[in-house]
């Protein structure tokens, strides 16, 4: 167990030297206060991200919303790190097929979408929930 | 050597008259008893020790004193030191319940000079511990920046809000300060 956590240590230290900035570290110092190391949240105060960012990319809207809540719009974050950071969110805490079907985030996009956060987030994030439901209820 | 047998023959009556077989046997039972549930106490259950985080100085690195307001883990913490409360800067006093919910800096370690990653989180559902305040404001940012505020009561949640002290957590090693 400690070898293990050894050469996840080392793995972290290398990942960060060879891309200038570790996903992991920035989402350690910018999320992980509320939203936790294992991405559970708080039940009815912080959203839990295991399983449900894929669902987003799936429904018009979802994609910017990402970007456009208040913690990653307003993180300290540049463009870039901020898109590497939800790639790699998305790959980490969602679905097996979500992190396969990803198209990256791009930084152009994340600059355009992150100066116009939501001021009324618990509406919008409803509106694509109901939207996720209706997608993934059987047709008839 | 007579006087000597009579003083213990004196002792040994005066003894005999102020105890019984009784009383001894009540007070050891007490003893028995009070033994097994020693390790009832919260006390023991507040010794659980967590896992180290992967490249965590260890207890042996010379990097200062931990109830100490200068610690380097300390340089952004905003309360009372859980390790000057009954419990440890691991973990909190007993009757205490480590809030989930924290924020989250970097220190840098004066030995290695790596930039550690911190978490403070703060020890709730107990009223507040009132000693060893310690405030330092490294990377601190007002309210409206809120996960990275130490100003907030991070006793929110599941533990309920009162506040009781703060235990600081290194959880990783950053490459820059943050």
Known sequence: MIRCAALAAVALLA???????????????????????????????????????GRFLGVPGGREYLVRVPGAAQSSLSDERLAALLDWMIREFGSAEAAAQLE????????????????????????????????????? | MSALDAWFARAARQLARRTSRRSFLARLGTLAAGAAALPLLPVARAGAVREPAPGEPDGSTPAGDPDDCAYWRYCAIDGFLASCCGGTHLSCPPGAEMSPLTWIGTCQNPVDGKHYIVS????????????????????????????????????????GVIYNSTVAVVIGISTEKG
């Open chain 1, 15 to 53: 990942a960060a030297t060879a891309h200038g900035a570790d996903p992991r570290v920035d989402y350690m110092l910018q999320c992980q206060g509320c939203h936790l190391g294992d991405g559970s949240g708080s039940p009815g105060t912080v959203p839990d991200l295991r399983g449900s960012l």
């Open chain 2, 120 to 159: 403070y989180n703060d020890c709730c559902g107990k009223n507040a511990c009132g000693r060893c305040f310690c405030h330092r404001n490294e990377g601190d940012k007002p309210v409206y920046i809120p996960p990275k505020s130490n100003d907030i009561d991070w006793c929110m949640g599941r533990v």
């Open chain 1, 104 to 140: 990256p985030y791009r930084a152009e996009e994340v600059a355009r979408w992150r100066a116009d956060p939501y001021a009324e987030v618990q509406t919008v994030r409803r509106e694509l929930l109901r939207r996720i439901e209706a997608g993934s209820a059987p047709s008839r």
